[in-house]
């Protein structure tokens, strides 16, 4: 960390800073998890045990884009590779010990089902995403094998501008979710804020290398209303460049850093989201599967197959998932 002032307004806002440039932050389903008994909409579609997943980012001061969406602080424009960085085994133990700080308060509230409480202590998936552009840490292959290793489930999540490291994932996540958030490059341009113009070329390549990874894909369509919803035909002509096994297509939500740049009038409601999709699957042969009006997303796929996780089945299994039709 090397911005005292965003250091202490990050942990101000809850995140737990871990080493050198990484971070945990509970995240409010996990909250919701563990008082209420719900699960996030990963629930729903991939059955994801919420109190059970933690979610991180080994990239928190580094990202090349700067989404007028994107929730999260965006105090530092680093877009260079890590001069310095942690161990993945070291990265690993200090995130779940993080974890399990914040979730230590929750062991004495009584709405709390204590073995729901225990079961949180050994997260079972971890969500690499929180802020920044997690490829962009060096020893990202390290960190999946050993999450694997343990039977952590790892989800991936990209902006899609670093076909390289896509190329060089070795294991692969148990998910890669590649964010598309723009149907071309002039509404990429406005939208994202890219700091290098070949941004918009770099995700439409790594889009073609999605489409032969072996494991479970998601292309995930963030829609703000007003900038980027519409040009169905230009969304589907690059989700068929990537054949992912899933699309998501999910409204913006006004929280966080976003508000101070964009406004409440900006956010879709569900039906909106709903019809967007519609248009998407007639358009690239995928069909609706699900829906969560809560998380304003909706999810299309070829077919049903390998939605869930297998239950308690060994980590062999877990990791390749299958790959989509050619």
């Known amino acids: 960390m090397g911005d005292q002032d965003l250091s202490n307004e990050l942990t101000g806002q809850g995140y737990q800073l871990v080493g050198k440039h990484s971070a945990v932050k509970l995240c409010y389903w996990s909250k919701e998890s563990l008082t209420e008994g719900r699960d996030c909409y990963k629930g729903r579609f991939y059955g994801i045990e919420s109190h059970r997943c933690l979610q991180m980012s080994p990239a928190i001061d580094s990202c090349n884009l700067h989404c007028r969406f994107c929730w999260r602080n965006q105090g530092w424009e680093n877009d260079a590779a890590m001069p310095e960085y942690d161990d993945p085994e070291g ?8 974890q399990r700080r914040i979730l230590s308060g929750f062991k004495g509230d009584p709405a709390i089902d204590l073995g729901r409480w225990e079961e949180s202590q050994t997260p079972k998936h971890i969500a690499i995403s929180l802020t920044g552009e997690p490829t962009l840490y060096p020893k990202m292959n390290r960190f999946l094998e050993l999450c694997h290793e343990r039977g952590i489930t790892t989800f991936l999540v990209t902006n899609g501008t670093n076909p390289d490291a896509l190329r060089a994932l070795d294991p692969l996540p148990t998910q890669l979710y590649v964010s598309v958030t723009a149907p071309n490059r002039e509404v990429f341009r406005r939208l994202t804020l890219p700091s290098d113009e070949h941004a918009w070329d770099r995700l439409v390549e ?8 072996k494991t479970r894909r998601v292309v995930r369509h963030t829609l703000v209303r007003g900038w980027n919803i519409g040009w169905v035909d230009a969304y589907a002509d690059l989700d068929l460049v990537a054949r992912p096994d899933f699309i998501e297509p999910k409204g913006y939500v006004y929280m966080g850093k976003s508000r101070q740049r964009l406004g409440r009038d900006h956010v879709p409601a569900h039906d909106e989201i709903g019809a967007f999709a519609q248009r998407l699957a007639a358009r690239t042969g995928y069909r609706i599967l699900d829906e969560s009006p809560e998380s304003k997303v909706f999810l299309l796929g070829l077919s049903a197959t390998d939605r869930f996780l297998p239950g308690q089945a060994p980590v062999s299994a877990l990791l390749p998932m299958r790959a989509s039709p050619a």
Do not use: M
């Open 91 to 98: 990265l690993l133990e200090r995130s779940i010990d993080a």
């Open 206 to 213: 790594s889009l073609s290398i999605v489409r032969g990874l």
